[in-house]
């Protein structure tokens, strides 16, 4: 984690989830003691959302490693699965078991009297420093940060264009608005049938949407950092424009690794 000072330890969390109550809480890790720390946190919290990297598994692939299948009483025993209960039955807890895939990891920073909160890669880094730094625990690091997606001259580009000239008016290198495609069919890695057949589902119909024009706003990290009421603000505009999962600020990060 970069950002990690603001992030708890399991060895500091108390017994009792009631400290957290009403908070949305990110628990890293995909072990027992994870999935022990989410349990009892779902007693009290409005949200949990569990986020790991996946782990080989004895068949192949990756993925997340039970002991009833694996015989090892390291793996994730029966009794400490009640968030996945919660997770597949649609509650708005995340059991995110692949979130940190590759040389995935979070970025943190304040925003809101809260965490905001990117996952980042090291093609995200901008410079020499942060690739060595990435994958080796490196903090204060410079990332290229997505925030949201928008609609060229529209009102949020407006009010975008506003706000960044406000905040970082002689930090031009510290941001950029970038074009961008509202469809996410990259992502997909599907033929033209399947994402047809994606898009009339989800009612978008490109003959009309390709006809407008979006722009993305890329910040880099260390502008957020320095920048805290910047960072307030993009933070509303995130959670309206965005398509990261990690879009909504949480109140507790816990490391459980």
Not at 29 to 46: D, F, H, I, P, R
Not at 79 to 91: A, P, W
Not at 161 to 186: F, I, T, V
Request: charged share 25%; glycine share 8%.
């Amino acid at each position: 984690v970069d950002g990690a000072i603001y992030t708890e330890g399991y060895e500091d969390v108390t017994e009792s989830g009631e400290a957290y109550e009403g908070n949305s809480v990110v628990v890293m890790g995909l072990g027992n003691a994870a999935l022990e720390t989410a349990q009892e946190l779902q007693k009290y919290t409005a949200e949990v959302h569990v986020i790991g990297r996946p782990r080989p598994l004895p068949e192949g692939g990756e993925g997340i490693r039970f002991a009833y299948q694996t015989h090892y009483v390291g793996d994730i025993r029966a009794g400490r699965t009640t968030i996945l209960d919660t997770y597949l039955l649609k509650s708005l807890d995340v059991f995110g078991f692949d979130n940190l895939y590759g040389d995935a990891r979070l970025f943190v920073v304040p925003c809101q009297q809260r965490l905001c909160v990117w996952r980042v890669n090291k093609e995200d880094c901008l410079d020499a420093t942060c690739k060595t730094m990435h994958d080796r625990g490196g903090q204060n690091l410079t990332y290229s940060l997505p925030v949201a997606i928008f609609q060229r001259n529209g009102d949020l580009h407006r009010r975008i264009q506003k706000l960044m000239q406000q905040h970082a008016p002689n930090d031009r290198s510290g941001w950029k608005l970038e074009e961008s495609e509202l469809d996410d069919s990259e992502e997909h890695e599907e033929s033209p049938t399947t994402r047809k057949q994606r898009l009339d589902q989800l009612g978008i119909n490109l003959a009309v949407f390709s006809a407008d024009k979006y722009l993305e706003l890329i910040v880099k990290s260390k502008l957020l950092r320095e920048k805290p009421q910047l960072a307030n603000e993009l933070a509303t505009i995130r959670t309206l424009a965005s398509r990261d999962h990690h879009r909504y600020p949480v109140d507790n990060i816990i490391r459980c690794f």
